[in-house]
């Protein structure tokens, strides 16, 4: 079982968080150490208590790894803790209390703002039928994706009340099952608005025998069921590879650009703190870094006096 959750986890590090097959490699040799742990101690990652990790953790130091390494198995145990919590595997999560030792943190990577117009725009007009029927909802997903910085797992467990193209915004249910209001754009209204209108109930009618909840789901499949993480990286993928984009286009991609884009055009930090769901603001700040970074090279590439070696003197 312990096996099954950690196999899971790690997929979605690999599909959701995009994170590269090194560093899930790294993640799954320091979590199936403390799956190892914790069998030893007749213990397992359901029942395990906080003074149980911390015994991991001191465990794991004393055998004179650096601190660097410290800090990747923390981060591990609080990235795979709060999953489980996310993914309601675990009431609580035991994690909450251990502080990942402080390192400098590499800052996410975020396309052009038309880069992801031009990811989102694109047309294929040699698609089949059944093709475009598809190319109209996978247009309207990186809409959603993109003009609400929602999260794939919020993104797949849409139903249809939880979108209102009158007014325009999105309900979704977030991490700690908290409720959220995201306003969504014109454009993203009328992309949901052709989907729903042309899309969604053929693709409904291929699934002769759908659930409850497969016919209230917002975004399906080509076979009408509900779609999945993997679903949404493959729909990315295949749009990128259309799109003959260079960068590495994976799901949190969209929200990270999101909450940068958005900054970089004046909104405060409150405001894409509530947006995003975060549930302290120090994690929003992150963004705050890109955009000075980004501000950094408008004005090295602009300013006559930036230029390196600055203005020659004419007196």
């Known amino acids: 079982m312990d096996e099954q959750v950690l196999d899971d986890y790690i997929n979605y590090l690999k599909i959701e968080r995009g994170l590269s097959g090194n560093t899930c490699q790294s993640y799954r040799r320091d979590l199936k150490k403390l ?45 795979f803790f709060s ?39 694109h047309r294929d007009d040699k698609e089949s039928q059944a093709g ?26 849409l139903s249809l009340n939880q979108i209102s193209l009158e007014v325009g915004y ?4 977030g991490k700690g099952n908290k409720e959220r209001i995201v306003p ?3 454009p993203c209204l009328l992309a949901l608005q052709k989907y729903l209108l042309e899309a969604r109930n053929h693709l409904l009618r291929k699934n002769r025998k759908p659930t409850t909840a497969e016919s209230n789901s917002l975004f399906l499949n080509a076979r009408g069921g ?9 729909i ?12 590495k286009i994976y799901p ?22 509530e947006m995003l769901g975060h549930a302290d603001i120090s994690t929003t700040q992150i963004y705050t870094h890109l955009t000075k970074n980004r501000l950094r090279d408008v004005f090295e590439k602009a300013h006559p006096r930036a230029k390196r070696g600055g203005q020659k003197n004419d007196a």
């Open 226 to 234: 509900r779609l999945t993480r993997q679903g949404i990286w493959t």
């Open 170 to 173: 999105v309900r979704c249910r």
């Open 132 to 157: 475009m029927l598809l190319e109209i909802r996978d247009t309207a997903i990186l809409e959603v994706l993109y003009g609400s910085g929602l999260r794939v797992s919020e993104l797949i467990t």
């Open 83 to 121: 999953y489980l919590s996310d993914e309601g595997k675990r009431t609580d999560d035991p994690t909450e209390l251990i502080v990942v030792p402080k390192l400098e943190q590499p800052l996410p990577h975020v396309l052009s703002e038309s880069a992801v117009n031009s990811l989102i725009n």
């Open 35 to 79: 799956l190892i742990y914790l069998e030893e101690n007749q213990n397992n990652l359901f029942q395990c208590q906080p003074v149980d990790l911390f015994s991991f953790l001191y465990s794991v130091n004393e055998q004179g790894i650096s601190a660097r390494s410290i800090a990747r198995y923390t981060a591990a145990l609080k990235g």
């Open 252 to 273: 949190h991609l969209m929200r990270h650009c999101f909450a940068t884009h958005l900054l970089d055009h004046g909104a405060d930090l409150r405001s894409v703190q």
């Open 184 to 186: 969504l754009s014109e």
């Open 236 to 247: 990315l993928k295949n749009r990128a590879v259309k799109n003959k984009a260079g960068a």
